[in-house]
């Protein structure tokens, strides 16, 4: 509720800048502007939160007894685990690669896996379609602000 206040005030300020003689039209506008922001943002607000009902938690190790622990999405598409690096500087990748052995907790479960990372591969459009459709709006935000740089990484159980 605090977004679809901020938005309206938003506008509200946006109608202040509009000339008298134009107040009628502007403000017809920034009405219509700002109920459309604030769906908008609430729609997307609710895509978020749901996409942070399925929240994994990542352990990698490193040969010197030192454990990294991140939270990320995953994707299990019936036949392998999905999770993916956002950007290709991130520490536990940089960790994985040099120890392929993880665990990862989802559901309440912890489960050790092999990681097997790509850079690049003929599947990758439709590992990261399963990811739009699981995390829609969430997803995309992501990708307009992390752009699409992402390392996938499949987990083999072992």
Do not use: C, H
């Given at each position: ?73 995953s994707l299990d598409d019936g036949r392998t685990v999905w999770i993916r ?74």
């Open positions: 509720m605090a977004l679809v206040q901020r938005a309206l005030r938003l506008a509200e300020k946006r109608f202040e800048d509009i000339p008298r003689e134009n107040r009628d039209v502007g403000m017809k506008g920034s009405t219509l502007l700002a109920v459309v922001a604030a769906l908008a943002l609430l729609a997307g607000w609710s895509a978020v939160q749901s996409a942070g009902q399925d929240i994994a938690v990542l352990r990698t190790f490193d040969f010197s007894g030192v454990d990294l622990y991140t939270t990320l999405w690096a956002n950007r290709p500087d991130r520490e536990w990748l940089a960790q994985m690669r040099r120890n392929p052995d993880v665990e990862l907790k989802r559901r309440g479960r912890n489960s050790k896996f092999r990681a097997l990372l790509f850079e690049r591969m003929r599947s990758e459009a439709y590992v990261e379609a399963g990811f739009r459709e699981k995390y829609a709006l969430a997803d995309r935000w992501r990708e307009w602000t992390n752009g699409n740089d992402t390392i996938l990484v499949q987990l083999k159980p072992r």
